[in-house]
């Protein structure tokens, strides 16, 4: 890893490029005011700060309210983006059709979420039924009144309590506007209700815009099997046509891959001297595609820019989010494309072409033959690090219901349910599990807390399941192939072992954190204990995106206790402190438990574990 990075680094000197970690050096020391969330510039008589001369900003507000309103503004942006993308793919299915480029690949989870949603299936063509379903997806945006359909999924405990508590979202775009319009000046200054409202708006990401995603994907693309692939910048292939797919929505990347997979492409790339076409991908579309196709994984979010540095890539196309602009300057040191395909996302330094579902592969092949014209103005000077991994990827809970299903030793009505996995924990084989998600952030070496963390995890007899760039930083360390059971403990490895399972399980992108809160909530019905109750948590141990802390709304709302590795920028209110770690306990049953020092942090993982065990006297 290490020596990746310094090979990486000599690239970026030699072709005058700048990194992240060059800009992390000219950002330090970062801004105290920011960091705490005590600077507020909501209206113009500001920008105010808290010090210690100033308690409150020129209209008054406190460092409470400055810090609520900060961390519910980061909230609204988190669930802007996830459920924004989850609105963009309901709107591929509502123009899929048999002959179009985009077909439904799992007929019977449109089916069933038409039931679930009350449309009429008898008799019908499935693709008025997709569009019916989209419809009614793409209200749930705006409806003007009730609450989102997914909360129906939700245990009956929870849904009383969000009931209750006033918190179960409303319209999607709504909960929203409410976070901006709380937030403005003149309006709330109350901590505890705009932590509330945080509450509200991270549940309409998870249990509306992130759940959407994850069920319309998997009704277009299919829902993911296990399958191998292999992940690092080691999958880059020096005499290949390297095509980086990176960002969110697996929209576009689907027809990337599809238009690789075409023979006069393939043809093509030959002519023009490259043995073939490699796709690899980057952070969330990268997750997509493995789930879906087993398409090779070239990293995450921190490695974004080595991928470039290698000199090998031909073409990167990119979608939404998390995509840094520096990949503008940085493709231009060097031969590759790069090709913005959102009006969300727009960088100076790329070509756009305007993704457009009704003739995407058309699209698709147009980028992918601009990338093979590419390859003859590769450099000389290529550096592609040796190191990758292999991984099975593709845990969807239908998959693992399905694994579970081979294991269980009872009767033919136990099929199709989480009961085995249940009983692995009641009985102590498995001591819990933990959902370990979230981003790099260069306040930590990246991929470390991810994987000491994990290992400490597995030894401990604590199944892993994980998303996002948590999920590739397991791939790249090799926790995501079987032979890592030879990590843990005796529990977990005969887990492993009887279910032919890999020890840390990839459930996809970070939209599909929505799988997660099925898993648990699975669980949860099928054990007859409630959430909070659970040997189960969530662990980001490297967080940086707003989508980040939308999520730990969500999960923290579901009743799942949250541990983060990076503090979140509130510290100058220790109302707020207090609100989001023992404050939400006391009202949702789960609460935030923070440490930056990830051996510290996994030993309390694992102290939470034991004593929700305890109490529930297994
Ligand atoms: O949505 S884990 S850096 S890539 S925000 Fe971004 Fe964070 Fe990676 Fe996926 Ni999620
Ligand atoms: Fe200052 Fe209040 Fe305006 Fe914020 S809302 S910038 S604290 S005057």
Redo the contacts with the bound molecule.
């Keep these: 890893m290490e020596q990746n990075a310094q090979l990486l680094r000599e690239m970026a000197a030699k072709a005058g490029a700048e990194t992240w970690e060059d800009r992390k050096k000219n950002q330090t020391p970062q801004c105290k005011f920011g960091e705490d969330g005590i600077c507020?510039?909501?209206?113009?008589?500001?920008?105010?700060r808290i010090t210690p001369k100033a308690s409150?900003?020129?209209?008054?507000?406190d460092a409470h309210?400055?810090a609520a309103?900060n961390y519910v503004r980061f909230i609204a942006g988190g669930t802007a983006a996830h459920s924004d993308h989850g609105r963009e793919i309901a709107h591929v299915l509502h123009v899929s059709s048999r002959d179009g480029n985009y077909i439904i690949k799992d007929e019977q989870k449109l089916l069933n979420l038409a039931r679930e949603w009350g449309v009429a299936t008898e008799g019908r063509d499935i693709y008025d039924i997709a569009h019916e379903v989209a419809e009614i997806g793409l209200m749930e945006y705006g409806k003007p009144f009730g609450t989102l359909r997914f909360l129906e999924r939700a245990t009956e405990e929870r849904r009383k309590l969000w009931e209750e508590l006033e918190i179960a979202p409303r319209a999607i775009d709504r909960e929203i506007a409410t976070v901006m319009h709380m937030t403005h000046?003149?309006c709330s200054a109350d901590a505890e209700a705009l932590v509330m409202q945080g509450l509200r708006t991270g549940m309409s990401d998870g249990w509306g815009g992130s759940m959407m995603g994850t069920e319309f994907s998997d009704i277009l693309f299919g829902t993911p099997t296990p399958k191998e692939t292999e992940a690092d910048l080691g999958v880059l292939e020096k005499d290949m046509v390297n095509i980086i797919i990176h960002g969110h929505d697996p929209a576009m990347s689907e027809m990337i891959v599809a238009a690789s997979n075409q023979s006069d492409l393939i043809e093509y790339a030959k002519e023009n001297g490259a043995r073939g076409i490699n796709i690899a991908g980057l952070c969330c579309t990268g997750n997509e595609i493995t789930m879906r196709h087993g398409v090779k994984i070239a990293g995450n979010f921190l490695q974004q820019e080595g991928a470039i540095l290698t000199g090998a890539v031909e073409l990167i196309v990119v979608d939404v989010q998390c995509i840094f602009p520096a990949l503008g300057p940085l493709t231009k040191c060097f031969h590759t494309k790069f090709i913005t395909t959102s009006e969300i996302t727009r960088i100076p330094g790329s070509e756009f072409i305007k993704f457009e579902p009704i003739r995407a592969l058309d699209q698709a092949r147009e980028i992918v033959k601009m990338a093979i014209d590419n390859f003859k103005n590769r450099g000389s000077n290529i550096c592609i690090p040796q190191s990758k991994q292999k991984a099975v990827v593709g845990y969807s809970c239908e998959a693992i219901i399905k694994r579970l299903d081979t294991v269980t030793n009872s009767h033919v009505d136990d099929l199709g349910t989480y009961k085995p996995l249940v009983e692995c924990l009641e009985s102590g084989v498995l001591r819990g599990a933990v959902g370990i998600v979230g981003c790099n952030n260069p306040k930590v070496r990246p991929d470390y807390s991810h994987i000491e963390i994990i290992k400490e995890l597995l030894r401990n007899d604590i199944i892993v399941v994980a998303t996002g760039c948590s999920a590739q930083a397991a791939a790249k360390a090799g926790l995501m192939q079987k032979e890592a059971k030879e990590l843990c403990g005796a529990g977990l490895k005969r887990v492993c072992e009887l279910a032919d399972i890999p020890p840390v399980l990839h459930m996809g992108s970070c939209v599909d954190i929505s799988r997660i809160l099925m898993l648990v909530t699975g669980i949860a019905k099928a054990w007859n204990v409630d959430i909070p109750k659970l040997p189960i948590v969530g662990c980001a141990p490297e967080w940086m995106s707003e989508k980040a802390v939308s999520i730990a709304n969500y999960v923290v709302a579901t009743g799942i206790d949250t541990y983060l590795g990076i503090e979140p920028q509130v510290k100058g209110s220790s109302q707020m402190m207090e609100l989001i770690t023992e404050g939400t306990r006391k009202l949702v049953g789960a609460g935030y438990i923070i440490n930056t020092d990830p051996n510290k942090l996994v030993a309390s993982i694992i102290e939470g574990i034991e004593a929700k065990r305890a109490a529930l006297g297994i």
């Design positions: 507020c510039r909501i209206c113009s008589m500001g920008p105010c409150r900003g020129i209209c008054g507000a309210a400055i309103r000046m003149g």
